[in-house]
């Protein structure tokens, strides 16, 4: 049912007058229709809990994907872990170049002990970082290469000539050291 005030004592009657009409909504229709608005309102919002929630959670893991470590003056050190795309290698790129001037560092030791599989784009990716940071005056030099590393390396057919690298980062960061013009002397 429906109804319409047609008279109103607010309005200077001396009684209020009500039209009443049939309504072709039922109460359950209309019960059913005020559950499912309510039910769209939930979900748009849960939608937006959850899209800011991923928005910050990609935004941590961005943060904490390739954390640049400085070993010595003049000396840093990037851990890559997981896969790259293309916005993660971006990004490692941008924050390497920043840091490596910012810090005046001469070397960056690139450490792939955190990788497991490697693909072309990766590599093509690693290379872009090399460039980028030669660009710049800085020399990398590779690290942490596993031989199942090195074998997916050499068969994507990806030339990395010309890139030094070491099985090992202690013997990257040795390395580093002697070219920075430092020895590692042991005290008795």
Known sequence: MWYKMTKSQQEG????????FPSTV????????LARKKEQESIIELEKKVEARTEELSSLIQELSSPIIPVLKG?????????????????????????????KAKYLLIDLTGIKNVDP??????????????LIGGQCFIVGVS???SIQ???????????????????GVEYAIQQ???????KN
Do not use: C, M, W
């Open 13 to 20: 009657y001396e009684y209020d007058e009500v039209e009443i």
């Open 26 to 33: 039922t109460i359950s229709h209309n019960i059913h229709e």
């Open 75 to 103: 000396i840093l050190v990037i851990p890559l872990i997981g896969k790259y795309n293309e916005e993660r290698l971006s990004n490692l790129i941008e924050k390497s170049l920043v840091e490596l001037t910012k810090l």
């Open 121 to 134: 784009y990766t590599i093509h990716g690693i290379q872009k970082l090399i460039q980028s940071i030669r």
């Open 147 to 149: 031989a199942e590393l």
């Open 153 to 171: 390396i050499l068969s994507s057919n990806v030339k990395i000539e010309g890139i030094q690298s070491f099985s090992s980062l202690q013997q």
């Open 180 to 186: 920075n013009g430092y020895e590692l002397v042991k």
